[in-house]
């Protein structure tokens, strides 16, 4: 009769079956598992880690059974037990700046450390950010944005994109400012080496900052040198530096080292361009490469005059001429002998101008409004600035459309030149975005410059056939005349006395001193704006003819003439024409053409008496603008006036910013 037995005797004689083929190790260390399984049974072991350990291996303070309760004596020291087979890392620990930490912190419940080989394991390469996050959630944000973040945690780059562990150690880890540190200044280049191999070798061997860090010593100026850490600031937050967003900070970065240097930076067309935006420009890393950077002096520099044709031609492809290759990108005439001697005194005779035009005008606007203010308070002006008429004409419809052009090209080329004139005003980069960036406001600037150029060589041609094909020779000298004439002066100190209530108001002819003025402004503006503009837009052309100093001298003469333009017409001309208290808010006649006969009769009365006298008066009469004419006037015209005044507040505000700062 066979033998039955329950499925319990049978499990267990099946594992002594088993044990019994096994070693003496194996069947005392199993045994001992056995014994604790009996009371423990709902204490999972799944340590990775410690595969062939026994519950007596950790657990040395069990000496006796049962053990419900133990003296204080026998309970169990963790660091301790884990110091029998980790001494090293354990005193390595209590050495660092997690002294205070057990191991358990970082590595988890004793029972399921993981082995740092397991993907699923808290000190696996993923599993580091979330074991150190936990104390370290300042970081952890940073980093999972980060090349290396992403290296791991979204392309799964475990052995190439590196963890926690990686920079800062496992259990001697010290803070950033110890020297035993590995991201220490002493230490970061050879952490930062053990994954960027070639970078640290083009950097240690062929840099400036390199040779600084392998002397040890400071440089003259008592700088140790910058290292990894030093450019790549946020060490946590590494981005790409190839990327749009991490080029902007690039001339930041270094200018944290070379102020000097960084001023003329952004002072230039590189700099302000970056600043607002536009990272296809150059940067410093683009001349002095980011890892190789060298003196000018040394061959091996990329700004050695052997290699700037190479240098320069990245971004001035064809336009590396001789000429061109002594362009200074760092020129600064504000500081003497820190530019050519040419450049220098163009600097010194654009400020001179915009002082002295800004000065003498604005001394004479302020005279003039206050002496209109009582004037109008008084009931001098008499004349009406509107009315049923009569009406007599003042432009042509040439004259009127040509006012038109320069005003719509004008603005343009304010609105779009003004941001990069003042690139570090609050307001540019605002501005900047709503044109559509750096590269679309360029666009726009250019072919406002393009209208420019047109409504100039027409005027210019008009002018030319009126005086050589139909004789009228009053256009360079007499009272139709633009050009300035000894009359001007008289007009000038009559207005003067005029102002300080010492005489009578001068008596004016077609043309005031003060409208000659804004004619030239423009005349002389766009000659000289516009050949400096296209010496810049064309450097390459321009620099076979002249040397690379004409650059630095056109681009102060471009943004200093600019200024004093905008400046000009946005505050002068428009209190000369339509904010003066006699005209405002706004004057219409150059939209329309048409003036009330008994304001002309007020404003120009030596223009009315030689119509009189040569009996061309009637031929001149009109009848009052209509309604929707004057509609269209004024609804232009203030859009106008408004984009100009706000411009102007812009201005001031920037220069204020620059006082202030």
Sequence with gaps: MPIRRSPRATVWCLLLASLAL?????????????????????????????????CADCHVNITSTPHDQLAPEQKLDAGAICAGCHGVATKQLGKSVHAEKSCK????????????????????????????????????????SS????????????????????????????????????????????MCGSCHELVLKHWRDESTHGALWVSGKPDAAGHEGPVCTTCHVDSHSVRDPTSATMRQHIPGDCGGCHQEVMKSFSDSFHGKASHLGMTSVAMCSDCHTPHQNLPASDPRASIHPDHLAETCGRCHEGETNAGFLTFDPHSDPTVPGGARNEVR?????????????????????????????????RGEFKAPHGGPGPYIRRFSRLQIWMHVTVVVSFLLLAITGLPLKFAEAWWAPQMMAILG?????????????????????????????????????DLLWGPQSMVPQPKDITDLMGNVRYFLYA??????????????????????????????GLVLWFPGFFTRFVPGWVLNAAYITHS???????????LFHFFHTHLRPEAFPMDPVIFTGRMPLERFKEERPLEYQRLVDSQQLESRLVPAPNAADLRVAYVFGFIALTVGVLCAVGIFAALLQVFAG
């Design 22 to 54: 096994a070693s003496p190790a194996v069947v005392a260390q199993a045994t001992a598992d056995l014994a604790c399984a009996k009371c423990h049974g709902d204490v999972k072991v799944s340590s990775g880690a410690h595969p062939d350990t026994t």
């Design 147 to 190: 090349v290396h973040g992403e290296g791991l945690l979204k392309s799964g780059l475990t052995e190439a994109a590196p963890s926690c562990s990686d920079c800062h150690g496992s259990h001697s880890i010290q803070l950033k400012g110890d020297p035993r540190a590995k991201t220490s200044h002493e230490k970061s280049p050879e």
């Design 345 to 377: 005194w163009v600097y010194l005779f654009m400020t001179t101008l915009l002082l002295g035009v800004f000065g003498f005008f604005g001394v004479h606007d302020l005279l003039w409004l206050q002496r209109t203010l009582v004037g109008k308070l």
């Design 105 to 144: 912190t970082c590595h988890g419940p004793p029972h399921a450390v993981g082995s740092a080989s397991d993907s699923e394991s808290r000190m696996a390469s993923v599993g580091q950010i979330k074991t150190c996050g936990k104390c370290h959630d300042d970081v952890l944000e940073g980093f999972k």
């Design 503 to 532: 005489g009578p108001r001068p008596a004016f002819d077609r043309w005031a001193y003060w409208e000659k003025f804004d004619y030239f402004a423009v005349f002389w503006g766009v000659a000289i704006i516009g050949f400096s």
């Design 437 to 473: 960036g750096p590269q679309a406001a360029g666009h726009l600037h250019r072919l406002a410059a393009i209208v420019t150029f047109g409504y100039f060589l027409v005027h210019v041609l008009v002018m030319l056939k009126q005086t050589l094909i139909d004789g009228k020779r």
């Design 560 to 570: 200093d003439e600019a200024l004093l333009a905008t400046g000009f017409i946005f």
